[in-house]
């Protein structure tokens, strides 16, 4: 249930599509600003999860699907809550923006 919330959550952020259906725990999903190329795009969701991870704030992985760089957020740990869910959420779109704005790619 929680990994459905978080998927269609997501995709209301700017930029952000979901690459797979969700089944089970796991929603993959990308930042795409339609200016920059698939392969910028690719940079920026590398980036984007270094710094989620350097941050201490979750753990989400990366993958590819369809060759695109995707990131993977598995909501299987029995103690995380909703606001951990929603913390992620914002930092995603705080994030990615600051990524962007700063051409760190």
């Known amino acids: ?24 725990n796991v929603a993959c999903f990308r930042v795409a600003p339609p200016q920059l190329t698939p392969q910028q795009q ?11 991870q350097e941050s201490g704030l979750a753990i989400p992985s990366g993958t590819l ?16 809550r909703w606001s951990d869910f929603e913390l992620l959420l914002n930092s995603i779109a705080a994030l990615s923006a600051k990524i962007e704005r700063e051409g760190t790619l």
């Open 42 to 52: 690719d940079e920026l969701n590398q980036e984007l999860l270094l710094q989620i």
């Open 65 to 80: 699907i369809h060759g695109r760089y995707v990131i993977r957020v598995a909501c299987s740990n029995h103690r995380s």
């Open 1 to 24: 249930a929680q990994a459905k919330e978080f998927a269609a959550r997501v995709v209301k952020l700017p930029n952000v599509i979901l690459c797979a259906p969700v089944s089970m």
